[in-house]
């Protein structure tokens, strides 16, 4: 009988990422709601050290895969090794992040395991010993409950940024094991030859608790100045709308909306855009929204808990410059 | 080189979404359908390697009949042939059951690549590329924006942006590969390449003549089961705040962001 919780945490270049936290905190909220343990599991190279912090969040043990073949996420390798680390433990629920490891490994894991498998959750709940999710699809524009067959485990990915992290405590530890499994080079059949830091060295907007974002209303490249200003007054990531990055004022890598990114800081503020479906869609699960436009038809104010309707060139650095007496 | 892409038809990224009276899908009448967004990324890019090294490009598309348009797009941008994987018994499939059908399908096309979008823009699962390289047992590289193949065609490298930064990928083929916005600008397809598409062959296959048991899929056979679909939660009405000048304005949003929603 399957039986217990399990989360797979994430690791980068050795450091703990903060989706783990997300995973271990809701993992934790499950396993007492069915009367079960939490196993946290973390892979990776010379990172036993790292494993007993997970206790404190209330995983009762942590399963570490030590090697220097995993230091580096590569989908074969993990994906053999987490299958085999499931296998032998049994879990009833497997929790994963919906980053770009977790999306990458959940396809590749659920049919390794012929589970199903719920991408991208934002609420979780156990009924009769199954786990229900709830997941946005067609970007927000919907929501699907979901729940599984008998298979076991009931596998999803959790959108980051969604689940509260609970307070460590100290008090708490975790039985810290090493996973038995075996790995052969010839099975991996990916390897990252480089690894390119972004430029903008802010938080990705995927993982951002605050984001300013910018549309057609910024009239150009030059015209994210005075957003740049207000997010590093904040410290908050820039994204932009699609028309704003097929304009080529921004890369790809700010596009927020269906066709780009789905996000979910505690601060959305919108300037000079409109509000097209498909970009309230990539930022319908933003805990408070604040919308900046001229037009005071624009669709984005009717999604917005705050709005300005006035010229945002105007607005924006006033707000970076009120923003700095409060804080 | 021979090149696949897998594609999905979905409703049009400008569509209402409305849920349809069993609640439980969405209701279709009303709906566009159109050609997933990520995979056209996938078509052109194959349409691309084939002019530099020549080969054949197949399309596969699963589900109604009405994929077959989908697929005719896809052969009028330039790809040589198309399959359709059409049965009633895929009604309702999920993600694992839709990846063992497309597999079963690529196995009987000679590839080196294959291309899948990152994800479908209905469904926003992103799980059958991974899957269907499972199925076929090759290495997969998620979420490109770049790629390169080495001058003999064997090696792949490709860019797959990650939170922060951007990892550089490298595999052999045969590979699956799932297609980002970036990777590349998709084509339109010109006039006389719409009229060469009419020609072009575009074989259906159903689940039988995949060899595959209609059993195993459909909605009863979901791994993941479906308990509803709900429109989704809206938000309370905001609070437009006035003033006589943006000063003014700005003033009361900071105290407002920094009092009332405790965000800054």
């Known amino acids: 009988m399957a039986q217990g919780v399990m989360i797979i945490a994430e690791q980068r270049d050795g450091d703990i990422r903060k989706i783990s936290y997300e995973l271990t905190s809701e993992g934790k909220r499950l396993a007492d709601a069915s009367g079960q343990e939490l196993t946290a599991v973390l892979l990776g190279s010379n990172i036993k050290d790292k494993a007993a912090l997970f206790g404190k969040y209330g995983a009762k043990k942590v399963i570490v895969a030590d090697d220097p073949r995993l230091a580096k996420y590569t989908t074969d390798a993990y994906a053999s090794v987490i299958a085999q680390i499931v296998k032998a433990a049994g879990p009833a629920i497997l929790l994963l992040g919906a980053s770009s490891q977790g999306k990458d490994l959940a396809g590749r894991l659920a049919a390794k395991l012929g589970v199903g498998m719920a991408q991208d959750c934002t609420k979780f709940a156990v009924e009769g010993g199954k786990l229900v999710a709830t997941r946005p699809i067609y970007a927000g524009k919907a929501y699907a409950q979901v729940s599984y067959d008998d298979s076991y485990p009931n596998m999803a990915t959790a959108r980051p940024n969604v689940m509260a992290i609970i307070p460590p405590n100290d008090a708490l530890t975790a039985e810290v094991v090493d996973a038995a499994f075996t790995l052969d080079d010839s099975a991996i059949k990916t390897k990252v030859v480089d690894a390119i830091k972004d430029e903008s060295g802010k938080v990705d907007l995927t993982e951002a608790d605050k984001i300013v974002s910018g549309g057609r209303g910024m009239k150009g490249p030059e015209g994210f100045d005075v957003l740049e200003k207000l997010a590093d007054a904040i410290r908050a990531s820039v994204g932009a709308s699609r028309s704003a990055v097929d304009a080529g004022w921004r890369t790809q890598n700010d596009q927020v909306g269906q066709t780009g990114k789905v996000v979910s800081p505690n601060l959305y503020i919108a300037c000079g855009i409109s509000g097209a479906i498909q970009h309230l869609a990539g930022m319908s699960t933003s805990k408070y929204v604040v919308a900046i436009n001229k037009d005071p038809e624009a669709p984005i104010f009717q999604k917005a808990d705050y709005g300005i309707v006035d010229d945002l060139f105007n607005v924006v650095p006033a707000l970076t410059e009120e923003i700095k007496k409060v804080i | ?264």
């Open chain 2, 1 to 264: 080189m021979n090149i696949i892409v897998c594609m999905k038809q979905v409703p049009d990224t400008e569509a209402q979404i409305k849920i349809g009276p069993d609640g439980k899908s969405i209701a279709e009448n009303d709906i566009k359908w159109v050609m997933n967004p990520y995979d056209e990324y996938g078509v052109e890019e194959a349409l691309r390697l084939k002019e530099k090294f020549g080969g054949e490009v197949t399309v596969i598309g699963l589900g109604p009949k009405r994929v077959a348009e989908s697929i005719r797009t896809a052969l009028a941008m330039g790809a040589d042939k198309g399959i359709l994987i059409t049965d009633p018994a895929l009604d309702g499939s999920d993600s694992l059951a839709v990846a063992k059908a497309l597999a079963a399908a690529i196995k009987t096309v000679s590839y080196d690549i294959i291309f899948a979008g990152q994800r479908g823009v209905d469904d926003d699962s992103g799980l059958v590329g991974a899957a269907i390289a499972e199925y076929l047992d090759i290495p997969q590289i998620s979420i490109i924006t770049k790629l390169e193949v080495s001058e003999d065609g064997k090696t792949v490298k490709a860019n797959r942006p990650v939170e922060g930064e951007t990892h550089v990928v490298e595999a052999n083929t045969p590979v699956l590969l799932t297609t980002q916005k970036g990777l590349n600008e998709p084509r339109y397809a010109s006039l006389p390449g719409i009229m060469k598409a009419k020609k072009k062959p575009l074989d259906e296959k159903t689940l039988e003549s995949l060899g595959l048991n209609a059993a195993e899929f459909g909605k009863d056979a979901r791994k993941l089961k479906i308990v509803a679909l709900t429109p989704p939660p809206q938000r309370a009405a905001g609070k437009i705040i006035d003033g006589d000048s943006p000063q003014t304005k700005a003033a009361q949003l900071a105290k407002l962001l920094h009092e009332e929603a405790k965000v800054i």
